[in-house]
T-cell receptor, first 115, second 115 residues
Framework: GAGVSQSPSNKVTEKGKDVELRCDPI?????LYWYRQSLGQGLEFLIY????????KSGLPSDRFSAERTGGSVSTLTIQRTQQEDSAVYLC?????????????FGPGTRLTVL | AQTVTQSQPEMSVQEAETVTLSCTYD???????LFWYKQPPSRQMILVIR??????QNATENRFSVNFQKAAKSFSLKISDSQLGDAAMYFC????????????FGTGTSLTVIP
């Protein structure tokens, strides 16, 4: 398919474990975003990648959260020592360019449940 | 940081009728972009409509139109001839035209369409 894909679609983990969430953006899109969506809440910005520039990490809630983007394509969001408050849907989006009018194309999200 | 407010957590509309979802935002910028996204139960966020702040003309996309009031910082979405498939969460989003890395989302409005 040509859309943004995310894996896994659902992840259940125990408190204290590390998890990795994957995002495959649309081919050729230079911008990639991670968001967190808690129940009944809007989207909380986490991190933004644009081409080869240093990522904008200003939304990461703690140092347990990190993300990388390899080769300007696939991105992995890692949460270390998960806590129950990390339970949420994690959405990835890509965009053909980083500024201006360009819309974001979203993946289906990963629902993370921390027991 | 910019803030986006959706004051209607839930709305309902009769099929074939018209409904308006409200959105206000707070910014000191003059150049920015506004978006409405739809998130059905499948979690897939889909762009509904977008508006450039420098354009006075309200954007329209088939049954969807906006009422953009720049001075009032208001960006409402009107859905005409509502259909069952319009039932979803709707999110209003703001993006800076200058530092446009981040999108700022409202908390969403859950729309129910009554047959």
């Amino acid at each position: 398919g040509a859309g943004v894909s995310q894996s896994p679609s659902n992840k259940v983990t125990e408190k204290g474990k590390d998890v990795e969430l994957r995002c495959d953006p649309i081919s050729g899109h230079t911008a990639l975003y991670w968001y967190r969506q808690s129940l009944g809440q809007g989207l909380e910005f986490l991190i933004y990648f644009q081409g080869n520039s240093a990522p904008d990490k200003s939304g990461l809630p703690s140092d347990r959260f990190s993300a990388e983007r390899t080769g300007g394509s696939v991105s992995t969001l890692t949460i270390q020592r998960t806590q129950q408050e990390d339970s949420a849907v994690y959405l990835c989006a890509s965009s053909p360019r980083g500024l201006g009018f360009a819309e974001q194309f979203f993946g289906p999200g990963t629902r993370l449940t921390v027991l | 940081a910019q803030t986006v407010t959706q004051s209607q957590p839930e709305m309902s509309v009769q099929e074939a009728e018209t409904v308006t979802l409200s959105c206000t935002y707070d910014t000191s910028e003059s150049d920015y972009y506004l978006f409405w996204y739809k998130q059905p139960p499948s979690r897939q966020m889909i762009l509904v409509i977008r508006q450039e702040a420098y354009k006075q003309q309200n954007a329209t996309e088939n049954r969807f139109s906006v009422n953009f009031q720049k001075a009032a910082k208001s960006f409402s979405l009107k859905i005409s001839d509502s259909q069952l498939g319009d039932a979803a969460m709707y999110f209003c989003a703001y993006r800076s035209g200058d530092t446009g890395n981040q999108f700022y989302f409202g908390t969403g409005t859950s729309l129910t369409v009554i047959p």
